[in-house]
């Protein structure tokens, strides 16, 4: 996976073809479009995500737990 | 009782077998029948076990009646997806990658639970490759053949929706337990993320991975999750923890109703099938509030960009290999667009799935929810010779239309039972989601059973394609 910064929206077909160059894949000409308009799709979901806290504990990042956290009602009020 | 598998539910086939109305040879040989009549033209199963069921079949009988052996599932015939090891066959998920694996030494930890708990095997059920995507070639529909049965477990629903298993395993990280069911008219469930085990089920997400049943009715389902679940003593009070909550069926359980996102560009019979099913629930004694959650797009967010990013390491020699051109093109599209993103959407969307569980826990907590309702799917079951759906905003992509809707509910990790909630005007089946908090499946359960019992949509069969 590129590590590589991940705020811009979408990627031009010259950004798609270095991409490709770096991730070692090989994708023919008749193809191309087809992914690039799925890998655009994928980074347009990036504006919908929060921004990542300064202060995040990466290991906390690792676990998924769905169990839901303890509420207050009175955190509830917006 | 007849033995009938055109309609024939797995608790009533239990019923049958205790009662001696029919032996568990002749059940398993009337499957099998069934199979061979329905699969030409269904095309549900990559392979069918004939020999080793009607063996397994002879065993059961003889311990039945020699030894008064019980087991709670004894005897009922079940498929099982083909990314679940069975020890002995090979687990091929779809794919032409995997033609020449070795057969699996063991039984994946929930096909184990239920070969203990007597169920015998009736073959391995079609996926979509690697278990990513919707339509799950070469199933097709068993309500109209010309159509998808959805995916991924596609197979399993498809062979249940028919009668060629009484129920069947699937595996769910998008929605492809609820859409499956929810397009071929049988019910499914999602359990909470991570409460099943998944060894020996070959993985999509990780992060997202469930595993879970699909069969004939709500009580159907229950018996089979509480196999899988290690709770199979549990099954003999299942008309208990199925009871109304009052006289009324739903008296006082209060149910969210989306205000955005989950009825928003739809089909406009599956929004009118789902506008019918909440008066019902109302009708039922339920309270209905109207909820907005806000981060429901951030969710199916969040799910997509996990799932696309983990599949694409999972899959990382497959798509560099020589044999990539073996992969159907859409699976191998999906696998290198995620392999092409970059390192901080993951960490990102990690973050965001944590804000997704928060922002529904609040929900839940300030309206004092028991559960969720909302469509299964955008769409009914597309035809299989088409890539986009009619959809009231223009058409949109087959896969994004089907799994829209469930995709949140795997990203925030709740349980999720689909059960038939009507047709559209072509006869075609349409699911409702009820979303419960995290473990409580019996509250989903019991609520979804109460709407089953009122409606009578799953007493609807598929017709019997080729029997």
Redesign the interface.
Known sequence: ???????SASVNADQ?RA??RE?????SED?AP??LE??N???G??H???P??SD?IEAD?AQ??????T?D?K???E | MTLDLATISLREAISGLNHREFSVFELIRETLLRTRATEPDLHAYVEVFEEEALQTALVHDRAREKHKVRRPLMGLPIGIKDIFDIAGRKTLCGSPLRQDVEVATHDAEVVHRLRRDGAIFIGKTVTQEFAAGVVSAPCRNPWDLDRIPGGSSGGSAASVAIGTCLGALGSDTGGSIRIPASVTGTVGLKPTFERLPVTGVYPLSPALDTVGPIARSVADTLVLYLAIANRAAEIARIDAMLEPFGPKKLDRVRIGIPATFFTENIQPDVKASFIAAIETLESLGAELIDVDWRDAAMARAVAAVINRVESAAIHRDHIRGDEADKLDSGTRMRFEAGALLPDDMLRRARVARKAARDSIARIYAEYRLDAIAAPSTAAIAPRADCLFVDLPDGTEAVGPALTRLTMPWNATGQPVISVPCGFDADEMPIGLSIVGKPDDELGISRIAHQYEQATNWFRTHAKAVGA
Do not use: N, Y
């Not at chain 1, 998924?64 to 956290?69: G, K, M, T, V």
């Open positions: 996976m590129p590590d590589r910064d991940g705020s798609f991409l490709l991730a070692g894949l090989t994708v193809r087809m992914v799925e890998l799709a994928q980074l979901f990036a919908l995500f929060p990542v806290p995040l990042l998924f737990d769905p169990a839901f956290p509420i009602q955190d509830t009020a």
